[in-house]
Every structure is written in C-alpha cells, then in structure tokens.
C-alpha cells in the first residue's frame, strides 16, 4: 500500500470505515489494547474511524501514512486538541507540545542530548548504576521478590538525575520527584480515554493529577533558584538551561527552564523505567533469548564493573531492547490534531478530525514483521533490518518531533541491563501472566515480581546428575 497525498483518476478520496460505537466503547472497556489490535487486523493497515460517540478519531497504523503524517507533513497534524490538555497541564509549554515556544526548547535541548555529551558524562553515569545496582542487594538478599517497577524507576531516576541535575539535587528530592512523575502519568489514564469530557467535569485521577504536579513543582523551582544563584560551569541540563537564552538573547524564565526539564525527565525516566520493567516479562516467556543474552554479558563483562569500553561489544544485548520497545513502546499512542483538509491514502481528512498513531499497533502489523507478537531480537540484526519500513519501526517517534531522549536511552538501558545480568539471574515470581496497562505510557497492569539470584551463589549450588 502506498501512501498519496491526494486524488488521483484511479483511486478518489473516500471515507474510512468506521467501527460502530457499541463495539468501541465494549472493546475499550474489556480490552483496549486487544480491541485496537483485532480492529487492526480488520482493517489490514488501512485507515479506521472509531465512533466514540461526541469524538470520532481517525486510527492509522500502516507505515507510508504513519511517514504522512508525522514527518511528510507535521505542520498539518498538530500536537494540539483533547489528548494533550491533560499533558500540557504537567509539561507547560516546552519540547513535548506544539506552539511559539517548541522550536526554541528544541534547539536549546538538542545539543545536550547528543551523542557527544552523553558520551562525555559516561563515567558518571557507570558509576552511578553500580551504586544503584549495590542498594539491592540488602533488598535481594532477604530472599523476598522485588518490584521490578519500583527497583527500575530507582535505579533509572538516580542515573538520570545525574544527567539532568548533577549533584544539585537531593536524595529526598529524589525521592518525592519519583513518585509524583509516576503519578502524574498514571492519573492521566481516564483523560486520555476519555479526552472529550470538558474539564470541569471530574474524572478519577484528576485530584491525585494536581496534587502530583504541585510536588513536582515544589522541587524544581527551589532547584532553578539555587542553581541561578550558583551556575558554574557545570555540564548537567539545569545549569545548562539556566545559561541559556531565547531567541532574543534574554535568560530563560523559571517557568521556561522547569518546562523543558520537567519534559525531558518525565519522559526519559518514564521510557526507561518502563522498558527494563518490561524486560523481565520478556526474558522469562523467551528462556533461549534469555540463554544468549546471558551468555555475551558474561563473555563481555566477565564479573567485571560494567564501563563504557563494554557498550560496543553487547550487540545482542542492544538487539534484545529494540525488540523489547516493539513488542512493548512505552509511548504506545501518539495524537495529533488535523489544522487543514487532506488526505491520507485514500482518505479525506478533514480540519481538526484527531489522528491516532500507535507504535503498538503498526509494529504489530504482520505484513511487516513475520510472527510479530513472537520475541525475536534476531529481527534487529543489521542484514535482517536491512529495507524495513522506516516506519514500520519507530519507538521514538518521527519526524521533526522525534525523542531527543533516543541515544540516552539506548546507553543507559544496556548499562543497566548488562549491570544486573552480570551479578544475577532474574527469576520472575508472579503467580499469573502479566499484562499491559494503557496509561500515558504502556505499563505492566501487575506489578512485575522479581526475584534476582547472585550469579555466585548459582554456580555454587552442586549439580544433580
């Protein structure tokens, strides 16, 4: 199928078939994910309009109209309208939303993602993750399953900070960030099923949604103070922002510089943590992925502290993630708002009609992945990638609004990975399957047990014959 950008002779502009409203709203109530996926399969990649009753969005997951919208023509789908209100709330007017003040944030930011400076902070970043991965033990050794998700988000949280913050920030500010960040974006869920219920009408969440925000500013704006007050040189975002200026050369405002920092934590945190709490899922429904993944840790790292030097040399490891953030992308749904008529294939879409893109659902799709709900990092291999879709695959989003966060990613979550693999073997405790939650991001609905067993004390444990 092959994406147009308008009528031609042979193929004039039609409607999308739409999914009746009963089947919608009885589909999102049992099973969000699972009603989108059969719809999907439906619709054999072709554009679908689900009736929500009030609000009626366009669902498009093949790859050539997914490249339409997000990098062929971005300016004609906005990140604006129902779904992003909630969002705005928590992010300002920064990186993760459309207006005057995006383009700034982005040129602003981008440098301090790059490759280059990531790289540069390498050696505080490795230390941190083994002084992370050290405060479990106590936690492991009692014997006692862990929660994944709250272990993950410790240990990407304090890795992160470093990044953002340096030694600016506080363990007990830490400590309240974490839990407000992750309440912010789970309380969000009813807005984002929901997004045509005004705000003046209350829905769960809404309450635990403010309280959460407020924290989050308790701790930032006290932070950009202190760091005005003391800049330095320093090479972590915050001091960064609060040097930088706009377009007119003025000093950013408090309110420029929580934005920006508050958008790119929540998301660089939210994905990571997400993913690695993911990985455990994944590793124990696939014991052979987990064998060869094993396997090249101990042959690269061999019980040594995990460095920079390692990174290279852990290709399956690298290729076990990208499968992990396509069977599982932490930002699983992207709208965007429609500011002028057009059409997509075949579809005319008109002025402010919502787009839903789904990672989840086009990573799916089987005209582009063989057994695509099947756990294969061999799909990664560079000869097998080789003339994929670019957008067949795109966890981080595309185009001019791509994830600035995308290599951070990549080296913190092989650090962390190839840290604990190299001192444990993970054993998933819980007692029934684990399944997805489509908040703002695709979170685990259970939490993920773990329990983590010393490496040393496994090969200790006399063999039976």
Known sequence: MTAQTGPTRATRPTVPRRVSLWRTLAGLRRDPLGSFEQTVRAARGDIVRLNLGLFSPYLVTHPDHVQHVLKDHPATYTREGMFWKPLKRLFGRGILVDGPDWEPSRRRLQPMFASRTIEALMAGLTDTVRSAVDELHGEIATGAPLDAGRAMASIVHRTIARVFFGDRISRADIDRLIPAIDAAGLSVRARLILPSVPHVVPLPGDRAFRRAVRDIDAVMYPLIRACRQAPGERDDVVSMLCRSTDDRGRPLTDQQVRDDVVSMFAAGTETTATALTWLWVALDANPTVAGRLFAEIDRVVGGASVTA????????????????????????????TATRRDVIGRHVIKPGSTILIS?????RLDDFFHRPTEFDPERFRPENARGRHRYAYFPFGGGPHQCLGAHLFTIEAELIAATILGRYRPELANATPVTALPAA??????PV?????????????????
């Open 309 to 336: 030097a390692h990174l290279p040399k852990l290709a399956y490891t690298r290729m076990v993630l990208q499968e992990l953030v396509r069977l599982y992308p932490v930002g699983w749904l992207i709208p965007r």
């Open 359 to 363: 990672p989840y659902l086009t990573q």
């Open 441 to 446: 991001s695709l979170r685990p609905r259970e």
């Open 449 to 465: 047990l773990l329990r983590l067993h010393p490496i040393e004390t496994i090969q200790a444990m006399p063999r039976v014959a």
